[in-house]
């Protein structure tokens, strides 16, 4: 029998279950020895104020969070100076975060979000899809390829430069 994914913003007592898969995922790129996601971020802080702020996404199965994103509708600010030239000057949905629980892995999860995030900003009249990932994070590269997004240059943060992507919603 399938089981039904459900694809929905997250709440308060989601949070300990999203850390979880944080964490999972902060020790998987650990042992690829990827430079994402290692010292103190995401902290537990950067998971409470994107549920606080509403921008906190979870996609379920039988009830229990099985993957987690940031995904905001305001911007980013270090959008602005991109090294590289965006598709677009539409208002855009970016996510950050994204990550999926060690046991679902593999089986095209994080792919799939990422659809319904797509679908999910559509709705809300979006235009542009934007994403920001390291250069060794070669999981998400293969994503946003599979999605047909277009890298547009880089993004300096304070913990280093970001390969940055854009896609068109049509």
Not at 32 to 59: C, F, H, T
Not at 64 to 73: K, L, P
Request: with cysteine; hydrophobic share 40%.
């Amino acid at each position: 029998m399938q089981k039904a994914i459900i694809f929905r913003k997250a709440e308060k007592e989601d949070f300990e279950r999203i850390w979880q898969i944080i964490l999972e995922a902060k020790e998987q790129m650990r042992q690829m020895n990827s430079k994402q996601w290692q010292e103190s971020y995401p902290a537990r802080e950067n998971i409470a104020g994107d549920i606080a702020k509403e921008y906190a996404y979870v996609l379920c199965e039988n009830g229990e969070a099985i993957a987690y994103a940031a995904v905001i509708f305001s911007g980013e600010p270090a959008y602005n100076r991109i090294e590289g030239k965006w598709l677009t000057d539409f208002p855009y949905v970016v996510v950050h975060r994204l990550a999926v629980a060690d046991k679902k892995k593999n089986q095209g999860i994080a792919t799939f979000f990422m659809q319904q995030i797509e679908a999910f900003s559509r709705q809300k009249g979006m235009k542009s899809f934007r994403v920001d990932t390291n250069f060794d994070n070669v999981y998400m590269q293969k994503i946003l390829c599979t999605l047909e997004f277009t890298y547009c240059g880089e993004i300096v943060y304070d913990q280093g430069r970001r390969r940055a992507y854009e896609k068109i919603l049509k």
